[in-house]
């Protein structure tokens, strides 16, 4: 990584700053109606993380309703964690209501190059419907790249719903991580993050990082999840990119409170999700602001 790739102090990053007490001042004020489709194994973490942090979160396995809740919900969130036949049916159903009516769609390719079942319903998503923005690791993102022709020299090798560990994001592959969000983000004409102790997140035009977070993050099953559905809530009261970035900020800086609640405490990952979730609902945008360690990349 070198000074001509990052520019901490950018206008672009003070914009973004600057911008983050009125990101958080929308989401409380709003209290974006956010629909969540999501999986069975972190629903519950979801609708707590969505409601910790003033949104208002609905859940659904129902096909025959999504088109109906989109009509009233401020955003729509679609995580392919455990995909089903009739959570298939819903996620078009509401995907194509969405369209229609023009609501935000946040889409997280959980474990997409895992199967054909999950490439063929991410190949489906982010062709079809117009998406705000899509969230996930560097191995996903890849596979979202390479499943649309535009990476076909990816030689990277999915590890379940986990981050491969050749795709972690480090000072060393920033630059060509970066390359590739920014050129997905370009392509799909919306905003993309990748997320990992770097997270990276580019509209096609701007590109950014965020060195925020802390290693028990991934040491509890939804931190992505979770994640997502906190954009999604962003999102739904505020513009994706602006959005995108204070929802990851929030996590991240939650994130490193919570560690520090543990090991204060010599506590354990149990206590680490319930501190996660004490820290989404107090932290506000003065601390974010303050600890965000945000930089832009020159990609």
Excluded: H, W
């Amino acid at each position: 990584m070198t000074d001509e790739i990052i520019i901490a102090d950018s206008e672009n990053v003070k914009n973004i700053l600057n911008g983050f007490e009125d990101a958080v001042k929308n989401v409380k004020e709003v209290s974006p109606l956010t629909f969540c489709i999501t999986n069975f194994v972190t629903v519950t973490d979801c609708a707590n993380a969505a409601l910790a942090i003033g949104a208002s979160p609905i859940m659904s396995n129902g096909a025959e309703e999504g088109g109906e809740i989109v009509n009233i919900a401020n955003a729509l969130v679609i995580n392919i964690g455990t995909l089903s036949k009739s959570q298939n049916d819903l996620m078009r159903n509401s995907a194509r209501q969405a369209k229609e009516i023009e609501k935000p769609i946040i889409f997280d390719p959980v474990g997409a190059g895992v199967s054909a079942l999950r490439n063929d319903m991410t190949k489906e998503i982010v062709e079809d419907y117009p998406l705000a923005l899509v969230r996930g690791n560097m191995s996903e993102i890849k596979a979202i790249a390479k499943l649309i022709n535009l990476n076909e020299n990816n030689d990277s090798v999915a590890k379940g719903v986990d981050v491969a560990e050749s795709d972690i994001i480090s000072e060393d592959t920033l630059e060509s991580n970066a390359l590739i969000v920014k050129e997905l983000a370009n392509e799909l004409n919306a905003v993309v993050i990748a997320s990992g102790p770097i997270d990276i997140i580019s509209d096609g035009n701007l590109t950014f990082g965020l060195d925020n977070g802390d290693e028990m993050m991934p040491l509890i099953t939804g931190s992505g999840c979770m994640l997502t559905t906190i954009i999604g809530s962003y999102v739904g009261a505020n513009e994706p990119l602006i959005g995108g970035i204070a929802a990851c900020a929030l996590m991240a800086i939650a994130g490193e409170n919570a560690a520090e609640n543990v090991r204060a405490n010599d506590l354990g990952t149990a206590s680490f999700r319930t501190f996660l979730i004490d820290n989404l609902y107090k932290l506000d945008a003065e601390e974010l602001k303050e600890r965000a360690n945000l930089f832009e990349i020159n990609v």
